[in-house]
């Protein structure tokens, strides 16, 4: 018998599986099969990369969300049989998220949404130190596409002025470089030169925003600053919505995948690829909005 029959036998004999799931097993790993001949590819052993390409191949079809996780479920437990069997030393689907959180996403701002936050938010007409740094850190979410812990973080030294770039120590401790717009620069420098001093006073501090205290702010309160700005504004926002638009307008303006899996530091481009649901679906509300057959 061939390996996808062998599975569907140890499924049924011994982990006594019904004979619909076991049916349900067979119709997604044959799919899967098939997905990989047509790329005249073998069936055992196959990259995550496979995976995610066949996850794509499902979403362009119009497959179910929850067809769509069925199917990965049944490859990941393929996946384990292989490692027990020992016909496979890796499981390439081992951290392989699960898309259920494309629907978690949080709703990415309008281009006119960010630029009133921008304009109006934290600062306003406002001159006090604080507010002004809580303005550049949203205007800096906004350019680069940072975590929160990200940015409350950086220092002094991960800034390069000159060639406008932020050298960015993301989850795992990994490093990145991520580009910053002219107009997040700007503010940055005379936020450096001036209301970080005002701050500080005479303390001394290697991080880049600053507490009186001289040190970095919490999540805590950067949630709570952004999400009153949001607020005030009548915008429901958070420090993820504005890493979320960033990434979402980048795409809408033609950015390629891998580019920005790189800005945003995803080890995996398939946590990348939940954005292309995102701006999949503006487009649709856009078209069903204006066009006149709609």
């Given at each position: ?189 005379k936020y450096i030169s001036v209301e970080r001093m005002g701050i500080l006073k005479q303390r001394r ?90």
């Amino acid at each position: 018998m061939d390996i996808l029959q062998n599975f569907l036998t140890y499924l049924a004999a011994e982990k006594g599986l019904s004979r619909n799931t076991v049916e349900s097993y067979r119709f997604d790993l044959m799919k899967f099969q098939g997905f990989l001949r047509s790329a005249e590819k073998e069936f055992v052993p196959f990259t995550r990369n496979d995976v995610v390409d066949f996850i794509e191949r499902l979403r362009e079809e119009g497959c179910a969300l929850s067809s769509i996780c069925r199917a990965i479920s049944s490859i990941k437990g393929l996946c384990k049989y292989l490692i027990i069997e020992h016909m496979v030393k890796e499981d390439p689907t081992e951290t392989l998220q699960s898309p259920r959180k494309w629907d978690r996403l949080p709703k990415a701002l309008s281009f006119d949404e960010v630029k009133s936050l921008l304009e109006q938010g934290a600062a306003g007409n406002s001159r006090d130190p604080i507010a002004v740094r809580d303005s550049v850190m949203v205007e800096l979410l906004y350019s680069s596409g940072l975590r929160v812990s990200e940015l409350i973080l950086l220092k002094l030294e991960d800034l390069n002025s000159e060639a406008g770039f932020l050298r960015v120590i993301g989850k795992g401790a990994k490093e990145r470089i991520v580009p910053v717009s002219m107009r997040a620069l700007e503010k940055i420098k005379k936020y450096i030169s001036v209301e970080r001093m005002g701050i500080l006073k005479q303390r001394r501090s290697p991080y880049l925003f600053v507490t009186r205290r001289g040190g970095p702010m919490t999540r805590q309160r950067f949630w709570q600053t952004i999400k009153q700005t949001g607020r005030r504004l009548g915008i429901k926002i958070s420090p993820h919505t504005m890493r979320h638009s960033f990434a979402t307008h980048l795409l809408e303006g033609g950015a390629d995948l891998r580019s920005l899996q790189k800005m945003l530091g995803h080890s995996d481009i398939s946590t990348t690829q939940i954005y292309t649901k995102v701006t999949t679906d503006r487009l649709k509300q856009v078209y069903t909005k204006h066009h006149p057959r709609a």
